[in-house]
């Protein structure tokens, strides 16, 4: 079983920037290079949102909302995937989860923890 591990949350004020960390127990080449990986937001009173992805026909996929200050990138030396985010705004507040996604873009593995992100001034 992977366990999902997101780190780098924190309190920032509006324009602010975090970079996000995501690692799983154990992660392995086996488990990490296969796969897309992607990072999910949810905020109080809403469903779990997609916002960030990598993809095999693009570099990366981004939800309107935070395309242009949410970059997803990956390390494989360190197996580890990041979300830089800038330009912080307070509808960004949210607990941000990663996990890495199916064929079908579906999160593959059991959730995480998340991390806590607060924009607030």
């Known amino acids: 079983q992977v366990q999902l591990v997101e780190s780098g949350g924190g309190l920032v004020q509006p324009g602010g920037s975090l970079e996000l960390s995501c690692r799983a127990s154990r992660m392995i080449t086996s488990v990490f290079n296969p796969n897309l990986w992607g990072w999910y937001r949810q905020a109080p009173g809403k469903e779990r949102e997609l916002v960030a992805s990598?993809?095999?026909?693009?570099?990366?996929n981004y939800v309107d909302s935070v395309r242009d200050r949410f970059t997803i990138y990956r390390d494989n030396a360190r197996k580890t995937v990041y979300l830089q985010m800038s330009n912080l705004k307070p509808e960004d507040t949210a607990i941000y989860y990663c996990?890495?996604?199916?064929?079908?873009?579906?999160?593959?593995?059991?959730w995480g923890q998340g991390t806590q992100v607060t924009v607030s001034s």
């Open positions: 990598e993809s095999t026909d693009s570099p990366s």
């Open positions: 996990n890495a996604l199916n064929v079908a873009k579906q999160p593959k593995y059991d």
